[in-house]
T-cell receptor, first 108, second 111 residues
Framework: QKEVEQNSGPLSVPEGAIASLNCTYS??????FFWYRQYSGKSPELIMF????GDKEDGRFTAQLNKASQYVSLLIRDSQPSDSATYLC????????FGSGTKLNVKP | NAGVTQTPKFQVLKTGQSMTLQCAQD?????MYWYRQDPGMGLRLIYY???????DKGEVPNGYNVSRLNKREFSLRLESAAPSQTSVYFC??????????FGPGTRLTVL
């Protein structure tokens, strides 16, 4: 079992809709969680990080963490075609495990 | 402020050849990481260095060695390349336990 699991997708949503990306992790000792976006052929770039249970909002993005359920999610509101990318979830303490990524397609 | 730089950008090796991938960061970060990314596999940690002078194995360390030369530089060495090491290699740095900043990647092909 991988330390961090994601549905590989692709997840297709129409422009303007909410995209919901999910991630589960197996190590209860993990303290920090990150969402990265990766465009094809490019390196990952940070979208959001979350350390505490609950929701964290930043513009169109909301990260949610539930440590009891070992679950992390990312909501993207008002999805745009430019949001089409692979989204990577990562968790850990000093070293971090990445999920295999969820490919998001936002259709105009 | 260049962030994280990696050299080379592309490399083709023959089976059994050796090479070193270079990584440097100018953000004064303590921690540095080497990942490989294969299609559909996400990022897998090869080695990491929590601070200058320390290195630790990640998920897939076999066939690789690393050197944390100083706070800025963290190199990855393939002593005897194998086709299974064909991948895209990313270096990253972070403040201790914090957000990782990635380099542009090295695309390595082993024939």
């Amino acid at each position: 079992q991988k330390e961090v699991e994601q549905n590989s997708g692709p997840l297709s949503v129409p422009e303007g809709a909410i995209a919901s990306l999910n991630c589960t992790y197996s190590d209860r000792g993990s303290q920090s969680f990150f969402w990265y976006r990766q465009y094809s052929g490019k390196s990952p770039e940070l979208i959001m990080f979350i350390y505490s249970n609950g929701d964290k909002e930043d513009g169109r993005f909301t990260a949610q963490l539930n440590k009891a359920s070992q679950y992390v999610s990312l909501l993207i509101r008002d999805s745009q075609p430019s949001d089409s990318a692979t989204y990577l979830c990562a968790g850990g303490v000093n070293k971090f495990y990445f999920g295999s990524g969820t490919k998001l397609n936002v259709k105009p | 402020n260049a962030g994280v730089t990696q050299t080379p950008k592309f490399q083709v090796l023959k089976t059994g050849q050796s090479m070193t991938l270079q990584c440097a960061q100018d953000m004064n970060h303590n921690s540095m990481y080497w990942y490989r990314q294969d299609p559909g596999m996400g990022l897998r940690l090869i080695y990491y260095s929590a601070s200058e002078g320390t290195t630790d194995k990640g998920e897939v360390p076999n066939g690789y060695n690393v050197s944390r030369l100083n706070k800025r530089e963290f190199s990855l060495r393939l002593e005897s390349a194998a086709p299974s090491q064909t991948s895209v290699y990313f270096c990253a740095s972070s403040p201790q336990g914090g957000t990782q900043y990635f380099g542009p990647g090295t695309r390595l092909t082993v024939l």
